[in-house]
């Protein structure tokens, strides 16, 4: 595997159910982030890690819970979703969260979460 | 805060020919731009990285260029194909802030 893998790649789950997606990365980077991708609008930044610490969470719901056991692993845990949440979930990584001209993102293939 | 615009939100052209995208950004203290580009359904192909040390950068038919004083950078694609059709965006990484894209469809 190389660059950034995420999985599933498509997810349908009920407004109860408890579901994870999953991102690796294997690009031996530092930081690593969850976006949230909705039809015709920007990509919104969820949360950002550096090396397993959280440093960002952009008022997301707590519906929505990260987890980075590790600088190569990132998960998202979802729980009691809403129709609105339906989206494509992207994971990304940079070398380091320095700000900095070197600071580039590599992002994964996504996950197309649909919420019945 | 930093906001990125990308005008137009949809182009179509036929195919051979030259085009630029447009990218604007709100607060040029910037350190570099990436540009993307995304097929439906799937995730983002980093095109290029211009350092704000750079003026442009060029990879194949695609040439970028990034006016910090300005607050804009462009996306010039050259002898447009068919298979360059797809949702275009621009970023500033250090910011995480994205444009919503512009979706080019070059037509044969």
């Known amino acids: 595997e190389t660059g950034v893998t995420q999985t599933p790649r498509h997810l349908v789950m009920g407004m109860t159910n408890k579901k994870s997606l999953k991102c690796e990365q294997h690009?031996?980077?530092?930081?690593m982030y969850w976006y949230k991708q909705s039809a015709k609008k920007p990509l919104e930044l969820m949360f950002v890690?550096?090396?397993?610490?959280?440093?960002e969470n952009n008022s997301v719901p707590s519906r929505f819970s990260p987890e980075c056991p590790n600088s190569s692993h990132l998960f998202l845990h979802l729980h009691t979703l809403q129709p609105e949440d339906s989206a494509l979930y992207l994971c990304?990584?940079?070398?380091?969260?320095?700000?900095?001209?070197?600071?580039?993102?590599?992002f994964g293939p996504g996950t197309r979460l649909t919420v019945l | 805060k930093q906001e990125v615009t990308q005008i137009p939100a949809a182009l179509s052209v036929p195919e051979g020919e030259n085009l630029v995208l447009n990218c604007s950004f709100t607060?040029?203290?910037?350190?570099?731009l990436q540009w993307f580009r995304q097929d439906p359904g799937k995730g983002l192909t980093s095109l290029l990285l211009?350092?704000?040390?750079?003026r442009e950068q060029t990879s194949g038919r695609l040439n970028a260029s990034l006016d910090k004083s300005s607050g804009r950078s462009t996306l010039y694609i050259a002898a447009s194909q068919p298979g360059d059709s797809a949702t275009y965006l621009c970023a500033v990484p250090n910011d995480m802030r994205f444009g919503a894209g512009t979706r080019l469809t070059v037509k044969p």
């Open positions: 211009i350092q704000s040390s750079q």
């Open positions: 890690y550096s090396l397993e610490e959280r440093v």
């Open positions: 690009l031996g980077h530092n930081a």
């Open positions: 607060d040029s203290a910037i350190y570099n």
């Open positions: 990304a990584s940079s070398q380091e969260l320095t700000r900095d001209e070197y600071n580039e993102q590599f």
